[in-house]
Nanobody, 123 residues
Framework: QVRLVESGGGLVQAGGSLRLSCAAS????????MGWFRQGPGKAREFVAA????????WYADSVKGRFTISRDNDKDTGNLQMNSLKPEDTAVYHCAGGQNIATLRNGFYMYWGQGTQVTVSS
């Protein structure tokens, strides 16, 4: 069993930056692909970024491409999402998730996910 915990959310003005972190409080996700999905108020869940277990391959949704960067440190069993040039439409609860590979994560098949951290971007 892997339990993931996110941190780093908060309130930021449009154009600002935040760095989200994901850590395994139980188990390890270093051998799994990991990613981030978000759910904003009244919006459908959106998968925004993923990284392979080795860190060699990344994927981004068009809505965040060029602004967000996903990374991981398997030695520390942590993952990060650097978010720059934030927009009000990025406001959401952000969750990290682990899965077999990037493709399964993109299709919504998560093996593990955390409770999420709130990101609020003011205009």
């Amino acid at each position: 069993q892997v339990r993931l915990v996110e941190s780093g959310g908060g309130l930021v003005q449009a154009g600002g930056s935040l760095r989200l972190s994901c850590a395994a409080s139980e188990g390890t996700f270093s051998s799994y692909a990991m990613g981030w999905f978000r759910q904003g108020p009244g919006k459908a869940r959106e998968f925004v970024a993923a990284i392979s277990w080795s860190g060699d391959t990344t994927w981004y949704a068009d809505s965040v491409k060029g602004r967000f960067t996903i990374s991981r440190d398997n030695d520390k069993d942590t993952g990060n999402l650097q978010m720059n040039s934030l927009k009000p439409e990025d406001t959401a609860v952000y969750h990290c998730a682990g899965g077999q590979n990037i493709a399964t994560l993109r299709n919504g098949f998560y093996m593990y996910w955390g409770q999420g951290t709130q990101v609020t971007v003011s205009s």
